[in-house]
């Protein structure tokens, strides 16, 4: 009893759900979130002065300027010698108990800083991190209330790529057996 044995397509959406779960977990925890450089500062940064406005961040760079970030858009305003921020008293750093999993930075860091945003629905950490060379790259993890939908959203997209590639298989298997009967002469009718 020689019979051909061919793996289960059926157990591609499976794994597709399989997968969905695993990577909703994984976003859940903050890992596919990564550290991005803040862009276009005018100088390089000397130190990281302190958390304004509750989700913003003051900086102090090499000349002396001080620059302010807006942490949710990552602009940069510099203060061009005006008198704006001189006297503003940065709040303390915050940190809210969650505990996200965040990759290492690639590089020594002279200075980290972390800010808590609390809003009316959305709760969000902040991590800055500058470099010895004076870039300042930050982490952001927003928490709105939806981060449960992962676990529906996640698993539905595998069990929909999981069923695609079935089907593609499927067709694959079904062109091969059509073009080895071609190529061996026999009419399909015939078997």
Known sequence: MNQNRRFPIWIFPIFGVIIG????????QGLLTIWE?????PEKILRIIGNVDGYNLLVETISGKT???ETFHCVIYDNQGSQRWVGIQPHPEQNYSANYLIWPLLFPVK???NISYF????KALIRFA????GDLWYWNFCDNGYLGLNYCLFPLI???????LAVIIIAIRRLTRFYKHIASGKNITQG
């Open 21 to 28: 779960f695993v990577l909703a977990s994984i976003n859940n």
């Open 37 to 41: 450089k803040v862009k276009g500062p």
């Open 67 to 69: 620059i302010y970030v």
């Open 111 to 113: 200075q980290t800083y």
């Open 119 to 122: 809003a009316d629905g959305p």
């Open 130 to 133: 500058l470099s010895e060379n």
């Open 158 to 164: 595998g069990l929909f790529g999981g069923g695609i």
